[in-house]
């Protein structure tokens, strides 16, 4: 058996997320569709991690196991006219037989879109969440300062988290706003785009960590309050999940003995 890994992109809208659930209507079973219809074969696709229902990926890596001699660099083109057109496998390479892509994943990169105009934009509705009333982006800032480094999210993340612990590193946490048209951060107003790399990551975590930063942004918490809603080690100390439309799952990072360099297809 050959064992092939897949760069994939999807707009998650319309999913009930990337892995197969008893509803269906997941990326998951698109793909392995997709693999039947090309080589016949039922096959399981294994992701480097389930994205929740309306979230979306620019650089989603899977792996699956095929008897086919169908070769490696055609799989990606064969595929996609097989695959509705939210969905797109942007590379196909075959690896080593020990290959998963959950488990020798070494890092991981998400992105969450917020726009603070007044109006939303309709033609990123589906990508971005809106947020009408200005937000403090210094002190959202300041306050994702806190989050850099090996820490227990146990705050951060959902009580039906199965992980047996909530220790987690975040190597980088940003927040980038869109410049207007002369080049400039206008304050309060933007589209803003935390982005958040780390070794690992919890159920609902980013999501939990863009809720309780948009509180800071707000004025509803202070930014060294973070320290102290980690150190409490309580869900309940967090802010809201945030909507899943507005995040991305960017990049999968892998070491270097796996050969796979990708960087995402968009930015």
């Known amino acids: 058996m050959r064992n092939i ?16 659930q008893p509803g269906g209507n997941t990326v998951q079973d ?11 074969e039922r096959v399981k696709l294994t992701g480097s991690g389930r994205t929740d229902a309306g979230v979306h990926a620019l650089g989603q890596v ?5 008897a086919s001699s169908i070769p490696a660099e055609r799989w990606a083109v064969a595929l996609n006219t097989r695959l509705p057109n939210d969905i797109v496998v ?24 917020i726009n603070s105009y007044r109006f939303p934009d309709v033609f990123a509705r589906h990508r971005v969440f809106h947020h009408p009333a200005p937000l403090n982006f210094a002190a959202m800032r300041e306050g994702l300062k806190h989050l850099i480094g090996e820490h227990d999210f146990t705050s951060f993340t959902s009580p ?29 107003r ?10 690992g990551f919890l159920y609902n975590m980013v999501r939990i960590i863009v809720g309780t930063i948009l509180q800071v942004g707000e004025g509803k918490r202070k930014p ?17 999940t945030a909507v899943p439309h507005g995040l991305t ?3 999968v990072a892998y070491g270097p003995e796996w050969g796979l360099n990708w960087k995402p297809p968009y930015n």
């Open 5 to 20: 890994a897949l760069l994939i992109s999807y707009d998650g809208t319309a999913y009930y997320g990337f892995q197969s």
């Open 30 to 40: 698109k793909i392995e569709e997709a693999i039947h219809m090309l080589s016949g």
């Open 62 to 66: 899977a792996n699956f196991p095929t």
């Open 90 to 113: 942007h590379a196909a390479v075959e690896v080593s037989a020990e290959f998963h892509a959950r488990r020798c994943a070494v890092g991981k990169t998400y992105r969450y879109s």
């Open 160 to 188: 039906l988290s199965t992980k047996p612990h909530h220790v987690r590193t975040l190597y980088e946490v940003s927040l980038r706003v869109d410049t207007d048209s002369a080049g400039s951060e206008q304050p309060g």
């Open 190 to 199: 933007g589209i803003a785009h935390i982005t958040v790399t780390g070794n």
């Open 224 to 240: 060294e309050e973070i320290a102290d809603i980690l150190a409490a080690k309580d869900r309940a100390k967090s802010g809201p």
């Open 249 to 251: 799952m960017c990049s």
